[in-house]
């Protein structure tokens, strides 16, 4: 008899915590964005030394008057997006290289004034190999 007891009060206390869970990452998640209120999107993709589309480069996205930036990966697509409030706002993107000076030569300045959505493109340049 104990055993069904402590099956049952395990499969109690799983179900809670998952349901804990769930409303501690759908709060975080609204904390971040609520969907009802107006936002920009900006929108990338992100090209190689091929000029082919690629994945999995980290990609950060800041306002030009904040120093701390939002990180994010291109997909498999080599795109990414990113919310943020509506209003006027300058933001940089650039990709996050290991070459400072090749991250910087991928950097573009977005100009977003309302509601819209502004599309960029990061291209990635072939690194010199040093002798």
């Not at 915590?17 to 107006?38: F, H």
Request: charged fraction near 30%.
């Amino acid at each position: 008899m104990k055993t069904k007891t402590n099956n049952k009060t395990f499969k109690f206390v799983i179900a809670a915590l998952a349901l804990l869970a769930i409303g501690i990452s759908s709060a975080t998640a609204q904390k971040r964005m609520d969907p009802k209120k107006p936002y920009c999107l900006i929108f990338g993709t992100v090209f190689g030394p091929d000029e082919l589309p690629a994945a999995g480069v980290k990609v950060k996205i800041r306002r030009a008057d904040e120093k701390k930036p939002i990180e994010l990966v291109s997909d498999r697509r080599g795109e990414f997006a990113q919310r943020f409030p509506a209003g006027t706002a300058d933001y940089l993107i650039w990709a996050d290289l290991k070459d400072k000076q090749a991250a910087e030569k991928t950097q573009v300045k977005v100009h977003v004034e309302k509601d819209e959505r502004q599309d960029v493109t990061l291209h990635l340049i072939q690194q010199s190999s040093k002798k």
